[in-house]
């Protein structure tokens, strides 16, 4: 079982670079979920989506974007990096509201 | 908006003996869910326990039980004959049924000591 897939595991950025985060989950899920974990702050909710072409912003969306055109995928993309979104990035997905969490193995990401 | 809060970053219990970890939310909802998560040094996120709203028993599973005191908007994390690999970060979560947003708290960092 694959589970929730994350790539990259790491990644060094200049500032003002783009990139995408990706996300796959092979369990069918209709709940996708990317947050942040920054030191001493917990897990912050950038975005969501609770199906394929919907999506929602959460605390800290400003800086990403992200889409759900297929059930499996939930790519977060950043744009125009900057010092800020250095960070743990985690993705999530679930199959009900009263289910538990499936994570990734989180993206450590660094702009300098 | 919706806030949770954990008010204390570290603890620490001696192996054996029994902690709690505290959690408060803040929520003008009725229909919500709450949920513990552990987080060992791995960074791997894992369930502890789950408490849905609308039931008053508290929830057990095994060592870990919760006092859900919905009126005060308390959770809090009861870890009994805590052992060694109970080490890691404890992240109190909070998800509402209107919309499946899932919030988080800044977590507990919880140290077992021999």
């Known amino acids: 079982n694959a589970g929730v897939t994350q790539t990259p595991k790491f990644r060094i950025l200049k500032i003002g670079q783009s990139m995408t985060l990706q996300c796959t989950q092979d369990m069918n899920h209709n709940y996708m979920y990317w947050y942040r974990q920054d030191p001493g702050m917990g897990l912050k909710l950038i975005y969501y989506s609770v199906g394929a072409g919907i999506t929602d912003k959460g605390e800290v969306p400003n800086g990403y974007n992200v889409s759900r055109s297929t059930t499996e995928d939930f790519p977060l993309r950043l744009e125009l990096a900057a010092p800020s979104q250095t960070s743990v990035y985690f993705c999530?997905?679930?199959?009900?509201?009263?289910?538990?969490?499936?994570f990734g193995s989180g993206t450590q990401l660094s702009v300098l | 908006a919706q806030t949770v809060t954990q008010s204390q970053p570290e603890m620490s219990v001696q192996e054996a003996e029994t902690v709690t970890l505290s959690c408060t939310y803040d929520t003008s909802e009725s229909d919500y869910y709450l949920f513990w998560y552990k987080q060992p040094p791995s960074r791997q996120m894992i369930l502890v326990i789950r408490?849905?709203?609308?039931?008053?028993q508290n929830a057990t599973e095994n060592r870990f039980s919760v006092n859900f005191q919905k009126a005060a908007k308390s959770f809090s994390l009861k870890i009994s004959d805590s052992q060694l690999g109970d080490a890691a970060m404890y992240f109190c979560?909070?998800?509402?049924?209107?919309?499946?947003?899932?919030?988080f708290g800044k977590g507990t960092r919880l140290h077992i000591l021999p």
């Open positions: 408490q849905e709203a609308y039931k008053q």
């Open positions: 999530a997905s679930g199959a009900g509201v009263d289910e538990k969490l499936f």
């Open positions: 979560a909070y998800r509402r049924r209107r919309d499946d947003k899932i919030i």
